[in-house]
């Protein structure tokens, strides 16, 4: 067997109340998993099936971008749950494990490689090719994003572990302004809010670097990007047409 996806959460279900089950669970037991079967810390005991059918759907519910809270529950990824045969309640919670850090440069084809799979999604919806758009961004080269590189440049990347599933940079363009580019996170990572991460984030290191404003430029048509990006604080500030893109550039802002 091997392990061919990254999981971006870590579950632990812990044993809350209760006595009396045929497994022996005490309170304060606790198991752990990211996409198997839960585990008992310390290998001793064992959680049963009609336990599992109870916890499983939460576990998915996580998984797939969803909210505990849509149960009734006062927090995103932690909720109650009582076993099926009723003496025993489990704390299940979960935690993400996505973080955000600087991009190091040894790793650079990966993020190049993160950035086209990203933006491939965007091309394919608008048309666009090596032919009549080589330079979107969904088709940058290691070489162009080698390019950027300079000391007013900031690039970071979204890690699970080591693996990268996202990358935005921001670039120094004076007077307190910072562009900000390549707001990447792979397909099967989407709808877990990394994307307004990578935005909260770039927000914050904008006020960090002592500067106010963050500009972006995006694909005019794209109604649904540019409505996510007003819907975090972004402004449209007007658009532009080039010969060389067969679609209107759009510019926003987000000012502190």
Request: net charge neutral; with cysteine; proline share 4%.
């Amino acid at each position: 067997m091997k392990k061919f996806i990254v999981e971006n959460f870590r579950f632990t279900i812990t044993v809350i109340e209760g006595v009396g089950c045929r497994n022996g669970h005490e309170i304060g037991d606790t198991y752990t998993c990211e996409y198997g079967c839960p585990l008992p810390c310390g290998n001793e005991g064992g959680m049963c099936v009609e336990a599992l059918i109870k916890i499983f759907p939460l576990l998915e519910i996580v998984r797939a971008g969803g909210d505990l809270r849509t149960l009734g529950g006062a927090e995103k990824y932690r909720h109650e749950i009582m076993c099926g045969g009723g003496p025993i309640k489990f704390l299940l919670q979960a935690r993400d494990l996505m973080e955000i850090r600087p991009a190091a440069a040894d790793r650079l084809p990966e993020y190049a490689d993160v950035i086209r799979r990203s933006f491939a999604t965007v091309a394919k919806v608008f048309d666009l090719t090596r032919e009549n758009c080589p330079g979107h961004t969904s088709f940058i080269t290691n070489e162009r994003l080698q390019s950027k590189i300079k000391d007013d440049y900031y690039p970071f990347g979204c890690f699970i572990g080591e693996k990268i599933i996202g990358f935005v940079s921001l670039t120094d363009v004076g007077g307190g302004i910072y562009e900000m580019k390549d707001v990447s996170v792979l397909p099967g990572y989407r709808y877990f809010g990394y994307g307004k991460a990578l935005l909260d984030f770039c927000k914050a290191k904008v006020v960090e670097l002592g500067g106010h404003k963050i500009a972006i430029d995006i694909v005019e048509e794209n109604t649904v990007l540019k409505e996510w990006y007003a819907a975090n604080g972004f402004v449209h500030t007007g658009t532009k047409k080039f010969e060389w893109f067969p679609f209107t550039v759009g510019y926003m802002e987000w000012k502190l």
